[in-house]
Every structure is written in C-alpha cells, then in structure tokens.
C-alpha cells in the first residue's frame, strides 16, 4: 500500500498571497469559488509582513477527533482525520479544537471541512510554498 | 450569464436612509455580462443627469463579471462614478482581494447612493450590511492606521477587502483614491474625494461562497489550459520580476520618458529610478491579488533611521509600479530613491492619486519657475526639481488646503491652470492627468480620445512603440484604438486584468464560457464590445462631453517623441477622423435601439 501522505508548509515566507491553492482546493469538488477549501491564506497583520498558510498538519494525535461527540472525525493512519459526513452533527467542536484554525467550515454544508491530503492545490502553487510529502514514521 | 450563478444579485446601499436591497438584474449581466458594461448601465439609470459629483446624487457603482473567482486573473473589481476632477464619467479598475470578495459574498454589483450626516463605514457578508460609526476614524493620519484598525475589528480573515479614504478623500481633493487591502488603489479621477462627500470611510467586503459551474469536468480542464499558458508566458515572469517597474529604462532609451514637466523625454537620473535599481537595493516582499499567480506587486522596505534614538529604525513597505514612479520620480526631476519612495509612501498614507499629484505637482513647478505662481500662493515652499523635501511639504499641504492656491490646485491641474494660466504646459487630457507615456501620436490620440483618458483604454502607446521607425497612417492608427478599446470592455466586463489580455484573446474567452453554461461567439463578444464602448461614450456626451472641445497640450508638440516631433496638424486630422467615425457609429446604434 502507499505511504500515507500530508501537505507541508516548505517555506511560508515564499507565499505571495495569491490564493491560487485555496481556489484549487474548492476545485476539486469541480465549482469556482472557496467554499469549499481547506486551506486558507491569511496576511499576518497586513500583507506588508507577510502571509500565513493555515491547513491540516497531520497530527499523529489530533486533538478534533477527541472532542467529536459523535465519532465523525476518525484518526487516519499516518496521522490527521477523515470526516463521515453521515454521523457529523455540525456541532463545530472540531474547529474549537484545533490549535492552528486549520479545521475550515463549510457554510453552505454547515460541516467540517479538513484537508484530505490529496496535494491537488501544490500543483497550483506557483512558488514552491506548498508540498505534498510521505509521512515519516 | 451563467445559470444557477449568483452574479445577477445587484446590492443597493442608500447611505442617507442607511437603507439596502437586493434586486437581480439578469437583464443586464445577459447584455453586458458584468463588470464595465454592467457598472455602466446602473450608474446611468441611477445618476440624474448633470449631477454634482460632491453631492448626495452622485452615485458609485462597484462591478465583478462572470470569470471573478472562477479563472485565475480575473482579479479586478471596476468602479464607475461621476468624476469630481472632470466632471464626466469616473472609472477606476482595483484588484486585491475586492473582486474576489464581492463575487463570493455572492453579488454582482455593488450601488452605492445617497450620503451619510456622519462618517460611517459600511461593512457586508453575506446578506448582511451593516452601517458603522466612522467618526473617531475620520481625521486620521494615515489610510495604513485605518486598515489596521478595521482588520482588528472586522471578521472574515482571508476572505475581505478593505477598501478605504485617506485624508485626502475626506478632504475631498478631487484626484483622492481609495485604497484597497493596501496598496492597490481605485486610482484615477477621483472615487476618493467622491466617498468623502458621502462621508463614507470605507467599505469592508466579505465573502467566501462557491460559484457553481454547469459542466465540472470541462471546467477544470479550461482552467488548467488558462493556467499553464499563464505560467509559459514570458509577460507572468517579466511582471513577476521587476514588475511594471521594468518599463522606465526602455521608455528613457526609447525618449518616452516624460521628465520634469514633459520639458524632456529622457531623464539622467533613470537609473535610480528603475526597476532594476529598486529590485537590487529596496525590494522588500512581491505579493499577489487573490486569485492571480503573477505576484506584481513590488514593495520596497524603506529603512530610516530615527533622530533622536540611535540604532532605531523604521521599516515602512512601499508600493512601486511604473506610473507613480513616472509621476513622483522623472516628472519632478526626482534622482534620490529614498526620496521617492518617501513621496509614493505620502501619497499612499493620505489616499492620492500617484500619477495626478505628480503632475499637478509638475505644473506647479514650471509655473513657480515663469512667475505665474509665487511664494505667496506657495506659502514660502520652493516647489524645485528633484528637492523631493518640498514636495512632501506641498502634498501636505494640497491636502490640507490652507490657502486659495491649494484650494485650487486640489481641483486639479486643468483646473489649477485656467485659473493662473500655463495651460500650454498643463499635461492633461480631458480634465484627467496624463499617463507616462510619451512614445508618439497613438499614446496622445488615445489619452484624448480614450473613455477614461487612461492609457490603458486603448494602448496607444503599444501601438506608438510597435511602429517605430515606421510611418504611421491616421486611418490604421484610429482604426487600432477604436478597436482595441472596445476589444478591452470585453475584458473588463469579465473582469480580467489587462495584464492577461494576451492569455484572455476572443477564443479563450470562448471557451471559458462554456463550462459555465454560457454559448457566445467570438462575434457576439465584439458586437457587445462594441456596444460597451458606445453607452460609454454616450454617457459622456450626455453629461457635456464635446470631441470637438479636446485638446493636445502645447507641450507634447514641443518636446521629441521616438517618432520625432509630433504634427499638430497630424494629431488634429486624426482627432478628426476619430470623431467621424465614432458618431457615424453612434447614429448606427442609436437607429438600431
Ligand atoms: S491537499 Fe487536497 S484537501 Fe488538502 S488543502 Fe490541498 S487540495 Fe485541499
Ligand atoms: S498558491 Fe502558494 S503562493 Fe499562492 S497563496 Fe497558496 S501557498 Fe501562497
């Protein structure tokens, strides 16, 4: 079987700011807009310092899967989650959970959106910041 | 316009009832398919006839079209309004995250009218619009303190745009801009001064909707087709690099360089001034408008050491592009980078208009030098080449207004020059201050005859630079303006930056349709360009403006061009011509409803 993957931040301080990856994300499911992306790209207090890439960084231990009350977010092998979307409630505890703001919400679905580590939106990023990568044990 | 697409949603905001609505407006996205077209539309059912632009009956219109937030450089958001500097058709093109924002927060088409008693600031998510209290706002020194204080206070982190006044704008000098998520600007002809009147501090915009699309699959594959002709270009790497910066020392090679008034079209100092200058020594951050891969925004780290504190420093982030460094930098004879960088960061800290304040700085200068203005009007400052000192200190000023002659020149040059003469060296084009360049009779035709007097209406001056050496024919000239006009209301409605005008041509705009359930041909994009070009333009006569009242500026004839000294005669058949042939094309329209 494949590695487990996960999307790394190479180096945050080469992000332009150009969202092309947060359109990619959204992409994926085949329509324009972000509603459904789950990375997000944010100036650090005004674009003159900078940007930051908040996503799912694969924990091995993932603080959202402990306080979904109703099992939806399950520990996927080599870290991070996969959501089932059929128990989630909608509750948000997820998105309380994570330290790094990194589980997104889906306004139009009211549900969670957590990255699935498919690296589509790193093929869009022009300058390297972004990178699929194989977890390492 | 695509089905199931929320675009149509046109947002009315009544700022003196503090009132809003929604109303969908398919009839126009389905004529004009949004942004210019649309923009232009509602501001002529909406704007009475004759307006004041400085009163309660002015009206702004913000417009996105169907590639926003869909394909990649479709990053601009249109603005059009009745113009306080020439009393005419205003429109301004921004990009930053506002497109982006106004399209995913699900609307069109944003109708701004009435004024407000006090300054507020209107903030919208969603279906949400909120009026807020701007009156510890108003005043405030900078428009990078307002930014910082609505980021603060404003939700929606990643998916806004903040778009704001300076000074200048409350103070309503009538070339103010509002400045968008920092440093990108609704520049020209004076949206700024219009907020101002309306007491409107700022507009927040958030929005993070999808867009839906009607075959997926075809989709994805345009938008990688769109995407990787993007990335193979060499325009993405040349904006991307040096950025528009790139242009001054070919421009000052080619003798294109407007400098010190126009009195010279090249300029010793280039080098200091150049992209290439600036990259190696300044260059702080590149950045990027949402959804663009090309990152042209340069900014500059400005270092200065403090007075009083030894090893102190401030560290200030400056936008540079070619047309404020045309205006700020060889238009004032400015040779100190620093010194520079401290103008285009004063401009930007008061919310003014680069390329007007330069040139109405200009004037101000040649007409100091012929006595027609005296330290009296100035107040004791010495407006000098290059003395980058005194020009901060006249900027303040023409903010502030302490006296008639910055009262005056706060109108505008033209203006400024009716009033103590110099029109012969008042470097204006339909109330509008000139662009950059000085490359021969297509930049100058086009900036008379363009609907915005920008150079960016037509690119005369791609066409000046593509013919040099050669002998240009009036009728292929006119005929390429006309045409490149009205090909660029087609991108503009999209609204797709005109740095992607070689990516975007007839087919690929085509193409980008059909996913979305749009069938246009490559002829229906030109007749609807052509219809665009043409409300335009019948706005403008309607609201006064007269082709036969235009004038070239003594100045240009006076001063060489790569394609030697232009033929007041030359330029006045083509003028001529161009006349002709757009009201043969008006009565056309007009008999055809
Ligand atoms: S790796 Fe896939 S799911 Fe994760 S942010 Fe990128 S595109 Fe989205
Ligand atoms: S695509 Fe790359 S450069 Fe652009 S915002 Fe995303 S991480 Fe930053």
Redesign the pocket.
Known sequence: MAKPRRLSVVDVDL???????VFACSRRFGDGGVARSAIK?ASIGGIERG?T?IVCRACPDPPCASVCPTDALNRRDGGGVVLNHRKCIGCGNCVKACPYGAVMWDEEANKPIVCMYCGYCAQ????G??EIEEVKN | MPVKDPLSRVLYIDLTLKRFWVEDRRDLFDKYLGGTGVAVSLLREELPRGADPLSPDNVVVFSVGPFNGVYPMASKTVAVFKSPLNSNLGESHAGGRSSVAIRLAGYGAIVIKGASDAPVWVSIQDNRVQFRDARALWGVRSTHTVGRVLREVEGGHGFRSIMRIGRAGEKMVRYACVVVDTFRHFGRLGLGAVFGSKKLKALVVIGKHSIPVVDKPAYRRVYDKIFKSIMETPATRKYHELGTSENVLPLNALGALPTMNLKQARFNCAEEISGEHLAAKFLGRRVSCAHCPVACIHLAALREPYDREPYFYKTTFVPYDYEPIYSLGSMLGVCSTTGLLKLLDKVEALGLDAMSTGVALAWTTEAFERGLITENDTMGVKPTWGDYENYLKIIELLVDQPNEFYATLARGTEYAAKVYGGEDFALTYGGNEMPGYHTGPAAHLGFATGARHSHLDSAGYSYDQKTVGKTIKVEDMVDYLINEERWRQVLTSLVICLFARGIYTPQVVVEGFRPLGVELSESDLLRIGREIHLLKLKFKLDEGFNFSQLRFPKRIFETSTPHGRLDPSFMDTALKLYQSKIEEDLQKFSSAG
Do not use: A, D, Q, R
């Not at chain 1, 869009?124 to 300058?127: G, H, L």
């Open positions: 992000c332009v700011g150009c969202m092309m990856c790209v940007f890439v869009y990023c022009p300058y910041v972004i």
